[in-house]
């Protein structure tokens, strides 16, 4: 079959294509930037690169016409956007329009539940996304409603593992009593794959859930249980939706944006309401803390393969990489460190791959972490997210407060793009040149101010940048 994939730098997205790879499907992935995709994707004969943005309208009329089926999985939860119904809505609208046109058989559609009448605004805009994909008449749809997704990257479950880690004592609102019924993310990945191409599922909607029905405060304790963790949790009624959502957010390694519709969307009961789909496809269902123990152990083993932190959407960007991929030479700052390699260069690609996250920076690592602290306090994307892998890096990942842009070995280059607060733009450049004395570690940092507050911020950091890069240098290029 022929599967138009939406949303395939996120989270599910990018976990469904190699599964549908696997099932010898030529897959059409509708992506706002190519250069976000790995490498080996571009060479693949299975996939198909389809440079488009759903909201804006642009590039969708290079979608092909022999599509058979489709799969609707973008969102905008976590971006900072105020108006992020109406993007949906526009990106709902251009999809339907741009399939008009195709032999397209069914759209499938991952969704929220839907059930109480006075929804979050993240669950309503999800359920007025299914409205507009379901007033078409050429194609049946296939809409399926999941609550909290459990699985390594996930960031409901990266939120519930940083409270239950790092507070032993916790007071919650009184809506974490609320009831909703978590699934394992390969059970999500099951149902969206089996529905592919089944007329029994056609034009139905489905509700999606694991075996445990569970409050929020209840998940919060099997996953303390898991780990062998007393934690005392404490329902408070006066607590807020706002100051639950800066708490998640200085606790944990989510974005503001994404912590206060979770919050908010934790109002409602997210609990199935019919189990049509257990009789259509019969399936043992991972209960909750198996799905935990699973998650835990990706992570260990360094195993996630996507994660939420690394969709742009995460971080409100709206450009694409090519767009930054060139630094400015005119009317900006720079900073170079140059340090000869004491080690072989595979040796040291290796050690600058595993920069950032839990591996740290190299050299002072206590000012880059309250460099992170201090980006909190403007709702900033701050240290805390880290890298989904310890030594992979892939165009458009995260960093720390950084967003990848190049990660090249055989250019032997790294290109940082800085998302923490600033008055300006900047870039952190990781390149081994040739040079005279022979292979060299060029590190360079580069600002583009914006007006005086950016001058000043470079000249106020910048006598830190001799002792941080040349420290870092030593530390990448030294024996």
Known sequence: MNI???????????RMLPILLAANHQVYCLIRDKKRMPEEYH???????????????????NIPEDIDAAYYLVHSMSASTNHFEEDEQHAASNFVHCLSNTRI???IYLSGFEHDKNLSKHLESRKETGEILKSAKNYAVTVLHAGIVIGSGSASFEIIRDLVEKLPVMFVPEFMENKCQPIAVRDVLFYLTS?????????????????DVLSYKEMLQHVAKVRGLRRHIFVLPLIRTRLCANWLYFITTTSYKLALNLTESMKNNTVCEEHAICDLFPRDLLDYDTAVKFAYEKEENDDVFTSWRDAFSSSGINWKISDRIHIPQFGVYKHIQDTVLEIPVEEALERIWQTGGENGWWYANWLWRLRGFLDLFD???GIKRGRTHKTVLYPGETVDFWRVLIASKKEKRLLLYAEMWMPGEGWLDFRIIS???????RISATMRPKGIPGRLYWYMTLPFHNSIFS?????????
């Open 379 to 381: 709702h900033g994307v």
């Open 471 to 479: 420290g870092m240098g030593k530390k990448l290029a030294k024996k």
């Open 43 to 61: 060479s693949n004969p299975q996939i198909h690169l389809i440079e488009g943005d759903l909201v804006k309208g642009s590039g969708l009329e």
């Open 435 to 441: 040079m005279l004395e022979g292979p060299t570690l």
């Open 195 to 211: 529905v592919l191409g089944n007329e029994a599922a056609y034009n139905r909607d489905f509700d999606i859930g694991g075996p």
């Open 4 to 14: 138009l994939l939406t949303g395939v730098t996120g989270y599910i997205g990018g």
């Open 105 to 107: 058989k069914q759209v």
